[in-house]
Structure formats: C-alpha cells, structure tokens
C-alpha cells in the first residue's frame, strides 16, 4: 500500500502563484506516473498535468498550459506542481495520483482558492 499525501493549497488572488507538494510512501515496486487532478464544485474531477517517470515526459490540461509545471525531485517519490498567473477557475481540491506498479494510489486533496 502506497500513502500518498498533498500539500500546499491555499487561498490567493489572480495573478498570484501557489507550489504543490505530493508525496509518496516507499514502495517495492517503481513509480510509473504520477498526476495531478482537481475538482471544483458541482463538476468533474478532470487531469490537469502528469508526468512519466520514464523520460520524463509531461502532459497538461489546455487551460493551464504555459502557467503550470509538473516536476519530481531526484528520488520521484515527491511531485510538485508550480502554479503561476493563477485564476478563479483554478479553484478547486487537487489531488495527486501515484501509480505505482498495477496500483493507482490517490491522496486526500489540497484546496486551491482563488479570489477574483
């Protein structure tokens, strides 16, 4: 079983930047991919940004493309997400996925607000 745990959210105005922290237990098995989803009120959990381990390949939602980054540090069991130019439709709880092996591992969410 993989522990999987977010931090970092809070509440900004527009235009501020906010760093995403997702953490991941050992485990025996390697890190295949790693994401980052959100969750506004009355809608859908959608991906915004994952990231391969292997090679390093990254993909983003269209909305937050050129304002987003996801990164791993050297070990990849921690993740960020560097979030610039935020806007109100950012806001949300963002999650972090972590697959590892066969499993999908989700953490508890981290609440994101922007202000107007």
């Known amino acids: 079983q993989v522990q999987v745990a977010e931090s970092g959210g809070d509440l900004v105005q527009t235009g501020g930047s906010l760093r995403l922290r997702c953490e991941a237990s050992e485990s025996d098995f390697a890190i295949v991919a790693m994401g980052w989803y959100r969750q506004a009120p009355g809608k859908q959990r959608e991906l915004v940004a994952a990231l391969l381990t292997d090679g390093g390949r990254t993909n983003y939602t269209e909305s937050v493309k050129g304002r987003f980054t996801i990164s791993t540090d050297n070990a990849k069991n921690t993740m960020y997400l560097q979030m610039n130019n935020l806007k109100p439709e950012d806001s949300g709880v963002y999650y972090c996925?972590?697959?590892?092996?066969?499993?999908?591992?989700w953490g508890q969410g981290t609440q994101v607000t922007v202000s107007s």
């Open positions: 996925v972590v697959m590892v092996g066969l499993g999908e591992y």
